[in-house]
């Protein structure tokens, strides 16, 4: 599968949704993949025809033209140095390569390429970040590369130029990694495998670089980057802790006034993403941590969860870092418990159904604004129950009321 990063994937949090969101391609991500080659390069007048090799390209509208099926042409690249951590990829050192550009649909899928082969501008020498192709795919026997966002290849691309001369004063340092200041902190940006799921992502080398350029690191794009690494190393953090909150529900969900909904969740065993604010007005994406998501799947019956039709990402259950409450008989933390989506999916009478569809489409309007993010409460008692609480009110009005309890520890996959 043909690697490909999203600046969707360093925004998202779990919603529980499910909406598919339009992406756009960033130049240079937070983490390295052992085939996403970094090299210093000047590209050339000449172009080649070549394949799509492994790359299973759509035909829809891309970012710059139609993707259309067409034929495929790379340009040749001179090649000054491979960075370190991916030399071992070739036979002997290389001093040219065909690069093959692609476009990106909505999805970031990869479209064909609409304009010219040529698509590099001549003389624009800079470092170029590029998926290095099985041999077999080569073309003319020359390292071949898929270039997935090539609007920002080489770096610096022109709009980082232009933020290059905007940055700079006169007699003013510049504000911009040059494109080998910027290899040598790609050299050191942890894989994408390392560990992030499992809570074991190591950035050391990359803390290492920030301590030893502490100048460097205030510049585009090494300060962005670190950032990043950071809400990765967050969320390994996240991923080391066992929530208390973990297992399998059995759910009411009381629209008052027509009836009650009754539906069953299981958790994840890890936490899925971070949660960084407690109301709307405190919402930074750079804020610390003060709780975090775990997925959460729904069925109709406890025994649906094996194998069964009905089983889906229906939501997601969320709890703060720290309780609220500690006594002899139980702690209590303040969290949330998004299930929306699972009563109208698996729910069957129309008018239960359609009341809570009605309350969806408010139900930010049901949200103490003071604890926007975790309105209600999860309560852990010393025996090992755990239930969930949370009203939703319309003024003083109750409107919805929901009520979990714990009846299994059984999760859910990670």
């Not at 795919?137 to 020359?142: A, F, N, T």
Request: glycine content about 10%; some cysteine.
């Amino acid at each position: 599968m043909t690697h490909v990063w999203m600046l969707a994937l360093l925004i998202a949090t779990v919603t529980g949704r499910g909406e598919t969101a339009r992406c756009s391609m960033i130049a240079i991500p937070p983490t390295n993949s052992p085939t996403t080659v970094y090299f210093l390069g000047v590209p050339t007048e000449d172009t080649v025809a070549a394949s799509a090799g492994s790359v299973n390209p759509g035909r829809g509208a891309g970012h710059f033209g139609r993707g259309d099926a067409r034929p495929v042409h790379g340009q040749r690249f001179v090649i000054q140095r491979v960075g370190q951590l991916w030399r071992g990829l070739f036979k002997t050192p290389p001093t040219e390569g065909i690069l093959i550009p692609w476009d990106f649909g909505p999805a970031c899928e990869p479209v064909y390429w609409s304009r010219s082969a040529r698509w590099s501008t001549l003389g624009s020498a800079g470092l170029v970040r590029a998926t290095l192709r099985e041999e077999r795919h080569w073309v003319r026997g020359l390292p071949t590369f898929d270039v997935f966002a090539p609007q920002h290849t080489p770096y610096p691309d022109a709009d980082q130029a232009k933020a290059e001369r905007a940055w700079t004063g006169a007699g003013r340092e510049p504000r911009v990694l040059t494109a080998e200041q910027l290899l040598g902190l790609v050299e050191v940006l942890p894989m994408e495998s390392g560990g992030i799921s499992t809570g074991e992502f190591d950035a050391s080398a990359a803390r290492q670089w920030e301590a030893a350029h502490p100048e460097l690191a205030k510049r585009w794009p090494a300060e962005g980057l670190l950032r990043s690494i950071g809400y990765f190393e967050e969320l390994a953090r996240l991923r080391r802790i066992d929530p208390p909150i973990v297992g399998t529900y059995r759910v009411v969900v009381d629209f008052v006034g027509i009836d009650s909904s009754v539906v069953y969740m299981r958790t994840a065993p890890r936490a899925a993403s971070r949660l960084h604010a407690w109301t709307r007005t405190e919402l930074r994406n750079d804020g610390a941590a003060i709780g975090y998501y775990l997925r959460a799947d729904g069925a109709p019956t406890p025994d649906a969860f094996a194998n069964g039709p009905d089983v889906a990402t229906d939501g997601f259950f969320a709890i703060a870092l720290e309780p609220i409450s500690e006594t002899a008989d139980s702690t209590v933390w303040r969290g949330d418990f998004d299930i929306m989506r699972a009563v109208l999916r698996l729910e069957g009478r129309p008018v239960v159904r359609d009341e809570a569809a009605r309350l969806a489409r408010r139900w930010d309007e049901l949200r103490d604004p003071e604890w926007y993010f975790l309105p209600g409460y999860w309560i852990k008692y010393r025996d090992g129950r755990v239930r969930f609480e949370w009203e939703g009110r319309r003024g003083d009005r109750v409107v919805v009321t929901m009520r979990a309890e714990r009846i299994s520890l059984t999760s859910s996959r990670p």
